[in-house]
């Protein structure tokens, strides 16, 4: 197939793929950019009756798995959020918030999936907000 018509075509399939996850469609990239995806993930660190994870036991996740999955880069950034619990009480906690950037592939997929399921089992978590958006991507 022409380079053209090839180019054109996974064009086609990353916007139809941008579409159907719900994400708004960027149109293009400017030049010298690529598409990719931004990730928000968002770590509370309340554990109900036990004390809440510790800084130390953060560092070691970020260096056994964080840093396994996602050598090329990340980055972490420390928060205090909210949340309303199922009985209605308002939670409020220390977070950490990772901020990675990637193809979207497979590979990709599964390393953010193995990550929550990972926090969740290791520090009895409820779960983990992912906060997913498309984006165009340069070093400058």
Sequence with gaps: MHSTR?????AALTMAALTACGNQAIQ???????????????FGTERGEQRPVTDAEWAAF??????VHFPDGLTVLSGTGQWTSGTGDIVRERSHVLSLVHTGNTESEASITTLINTYKTRFDQESVLRVRS???????
């Design 6 to 10: 090839m180019k054109n075509l996974v």
């Design 28 to 42: 293009h990239c400017q030049a010298g950019e690529s598409l990719q995806f931004h990730d928000l993930l968002y």
């Design 62 to 67: 970020v260096q056994e798995v964080l840093t």
């Design 134 to 140: 498309a984006a165009c991507v340069a070093f400058r």
